[in-house]
């Protein structure tokens, strides 16, 4: 699936804290359901076999949304999966290390914290940058914290496309207007809802009135 900037408006990562009654593939497909633009697949506790067999599962309903899915840290499995791309983070496998054994249209991501590694990802060949923590991460306590306006100088600092992440949800999404982020990626603002597919319809709407 080609890459396009506006893929990141929503960006869903996945999180099995808040499995309950339903599966994690069902929560995926509420959230789909209202609208997430992008898909993360984050696991970290599952043996490759199983990572890869959910990745497949995952990657084809992604698909029947005509939304990426994209595998946290792991390119093994992204690569086995044929899921879309990876995202990393910067103490994972290098951009360039990726980039030189993907396929060409494999989206790469990469976390970035300050523009020195805004630059070297892009330079690396990484297509978007995930960038935070703009806010307290209920999913990483020990998250380094960025300003808004190191958001901005971030975010300017390159070509490619960046998305905001970081305890972000609806009540607080409005501080990064004018940020130049083409998105946000949250992980509890959707996955935590006692109604994914309206919650991510309502965080969707509140997104486009702050980043279009």
């Known amino acids: 699936m080609k890459f396009k900037k506006e893929m990141l408006l929503l960006y869903a990562v996945t999180d099995r804290s808040w499995v ?5 593939s069902e929560q995926i497909e509420d959230a789909l359901k209202g609208g997430a633009t992008i898909v ?3 696991e970290k506790n ?3 076999e199983s990572f890869v067999l959910e990745a497949t599962a995952v990657r084809e309903l992604c698909h029947r949304y005509n939304v990426p899915l994209i595998i946290n840290d792991n390119v093994s499995v992204a690569l086995k999966s044929k899921a879309d791309g990876v995202h990393v983070g910067i103490e994972d ?4 290390e990726i980039r030189n054994r993907v396929p060409k249209d494999f989206i790469i991501g990469a976390t970035c914290k300050t523009v020195e590694q805004a630059k070297a990802a892009e330079k690396a060949g990484a297509d978007y940058m995930g960038v935070g923590a703009v806010f307290p991460s209920p999913t990483k306590k020990n998250a380094i914290r960025i300003t808004e306006e190191m958001l901005r100088e971030i975010v300017s600092s390159v070509s490619i496309p960046a998305v905001a992440i970081g305890g972000i949800n609806y009540d607080n999404v409005s501080e990064i207007k004018g940020s130049k982020a083409s998105g ?4 509890s603002a959707i996955f935590a ?3 994914i597919e309206d919650e991510t319809a ?3 709407e509140k997104v486009k009135s702050v980043i279009l």
Do not use: F, H, I
Not at 20 to 24: I, N, P
Not at 93 to 96: E, F, N, W
């Open 93 to 96: 496998t290098p951009v360039s």
């Open 20 to 24: 309950g009654k339903k599966t994690l």
């Open 184 to 187: 946000v990626a949250v992980v």
């Open 202 to 204: 309502r965080l969707k």
């Open 193 to 195: 809802a006692e109604n």
């Open 46 to 48: 599952l043996d490759e």
């Open 40 to 42: 993360q697949l984050r």
